[in-house]
């Protein structure tokens, strides 16, 4: 009952869309800032995951 419980909570629209909002915005820093160039090569990547994320989240029930 109680890993049920734990998955009902984690697998909820509000949750995971802010852990994709999050990840567009860890993309986004990623690709401004100016230390490391592997971040920057993988920040589009990271950016382009958070938004198809977001799009599939934004699906599932309240």
């Not at 869309?17 to 993309?27: D, R």
């Not at 198809?52 to 029930?61: A, K, N, T």
């Amino acid at each position: 009952m109680k890993k049920e419980c734990l998955k009902n909570r984690y697998l909820r629209r509000g949750f995971l869309e802010n852990v994709a909002c999050g990840c567009i915005g860890l993309g986004i820093f990623m690709l401004m800032q100016p230390f490391s160039m592997l971040a920057f090569t993988y920040s589009f990547s990271v950016i382009l995951f958070g938004t198809v994320s977001f799009l599939i989240v934004s699906h599932f029930p309240e």
